[in-house]
C-alpha cells in the first residue's frame, strides 16, 4: 500500500467520523481502521516493502496517520455519548429540586404498637414497668401466687417444663411475683408486657406463644374502688366511651376476681365475630391481690392491700383492628402487616 492512499483515505475517514452521531456505525470505522484486519494494521505489514531512509518516513507517517483516526475516534465516541446522555435526560426529564422518593421503611409489628399504648396510659397513671425472665421457676410462676400443686396448670399438657424446676413463663404474673419478693414489704406499682407460653393447640384464635400485660398496685388503703375505678379507665382509654361492665371470675392470686367487659361496637347484626352476638367483649381480667400472696412476701394483708389487672396483648391487637383470627398477626405476613401499618387501630 501506498502512503498516498493511506492519507487520502485518512483525510475521508476523519471528515466521516466527525459527522457521525451513531454507536454503531462509529464501531465500524473503529474496526475498519484499528481492527486486526484494519487498514493501519495493513500498512504497517507493507512497511517491510521500503528500505533505509524511505521506510523510516513510512513507518513514521503510518503511525502519525494511526494516532490521528485513535484521537478522532476517542473524540466521537465522548461526544456521541454525550449527545445519548442528553438525548435520555431530555425525554426523561424530572424536577432536581423535588424531595427524592425514600425507600418504604419498616414498622412496629401491631402487637408492639398496642403493647405501647397501653404502656403509655399505664405509664400516665404511674405504673413503672418491669420486666422478668422468660424461662421461669415453678415458685414465682405457681407456688408464690397461691397457684398449689395439684393445679391444671403444672400439668405437661398445660406447661411447657424444662425440667423439673423450670418452665417457660404462662403468664407475665410471674414478674409480679418477683419484684414483691425485691420490694421488702414496700408500695409497689409495677406494669409488665412480654411473651408467654401455653401448651396449647394452637388454632385460628390460641397459640402456644402469645403476649401478655400485667399490672398491679400494692399500697395502704387500697379497695375494690380503686381497682374498679383504674379498670374503668383502662377499658375507656383503650376502647373509647363504652359502657363497662364487671363479672364476677376466680384467679387463684386474686380475691375476689373480675372480668372487665366493653360494649361492643362492631355488632352489625347476627354472627358478629368480636362479641359472638353477645354484645359484649372481654378485654381484661383483675382482682383485689389474695391475701396469701400478700403473706407469702411479707406483707400484713390487714395493713396493706392492693389490686392487680392483666388482660391478653395478641387478643387485644385482633380486637382493635378488628381481626376475626389471632395466628395470621404471628405468620409475619407482609401483606397483612403492611395493611394494619397504613390505618390505626380500630375500636372493637
Not at 483515505?9 to 459527522?19: C, D, K
Not at 414498622?107 to 425472665?133: N, T, Y
Not at 397457684?147 to 409480679?176: C, K, N, Y
Not at 378488628?322 to 372493637?348: E, M
Request: net charge neutral.
Amino acid at each position: 500500500m501506498k502512503f498516498s492512499e493511506l492519507e487520502n483515505m485518512a483525510e475521508g475517514a476523519v471528515e466521516a467520523i466527525a459527522e457521525l452521531t451513531d454507536a454503531e456505525e462509529l464501531e465500524k470505522y473503529r474496526v475498519k481502521w484499528l481492527g486486526g484486519k484494519g487498514l493501519v494494521r495493513r500498512a504497517r505489514a507493507s512497511i517491510k516493502q521500503y528500505e533505509g531512509e524511505r521506510r523510516i518516513e513510512f513507518a513514521r507517517n503510518v503511525n502519525r496517520v494511526a494516532e490521528e483516526i485513535t484521537h478522532v475516534l476517542a473524540e466521537a465516541t465522548e461526544r456521541i455519548a454525550a449527545e445519548a446522555t442528553a438525548r435520555r435526560i431530555a425525554e426523561d426529564w424530572i424536577d432536581p429540586s423535588l424531595p427524592s422518593t425514600a425507600p418504604q421503611r419498616g414498622a412496629l409489628h401491631p402487637v408492639r404498637m398496642v403493647e405501647l399504648r397501653c404502656l403509655e396510659i399505664l405509664s400516665r397513671l404511674g405504673f413503672e414497668q418491669a420486666e422478668g425472665p422468660e424461662v421461669e421457676t415453678d415458685y414465682f410462676n405457681f407456688d408464690a401466687l397461691n397457684i398449689p400443686r395439684d393445679h391444671p396448670a403444672r400439668d405437661m399438657q398445660d406447661t411447657f417444663w424444662v425440667d423439673g424446676e423450670r418452665l417457660l413463663r404462662t403468664h407475665t404474673t410471674s414478674v409480679q411475683a418477683r419484684v414483691l419478693a425485691g420490694a421488702a414489704g414496700k408500695p409497689v406499682k409495677v406494669v409488665v408486657a412480654g411473651r408467654v407460653y401455653r401448651n396449647e393447640a394452637v388454632d385460628a384464635t390460641h397459640l402456644a406463644m402469645f403476649h401478655q400485660l400485667d399490672g398491679f398496685w400494692l399500697d395502704r388503703g387500697l379497695t375494690f374502688a380503686h381497682l374498679k375505678g383504674v379498670a374503668v379507665h383502662l377499658a375507656r382509654e383503650l376502647y373509647g366511651e363504652r359502657r363497662v361492665r364487671l363479672k364476677p371470675k376466680s384467679y387463684p392470686y386474686t380475691e375476689p376476681s373480675v372480668g372487665i367487659d366493653v360494649e361492643c361496637g362492631l355488632c352489625g347484626g347476627d354472627g358478629c365475630l368480636a362479641c359472638h352476638d353477645s354484645g359484649w367483649v372481654t378485654i381484661m381480667g383483675a382482682g383485689m391481690v389474695h391475701r396469701n400472696v400478700l403473706m407469702e412476701f411479707g406483707y400484713d394483708p390487714d395493713e396493706i392491700s392492693g389490686f392487680a389487672f392483666g388482660w391478653g396483648l395478641s387478643r387485644m391487637t385482633t380486637q382493635m383492628y378488628g381481626l376475626s383470627r389471632l395466628r395470621p398477626i404471628y405468620r409475619g405476613d407482609l401483606r397483612l402487616l403492611r395493611a394494619l401499618n397504613r390505618r390505626p387501630a380500630l375500636c372493637v
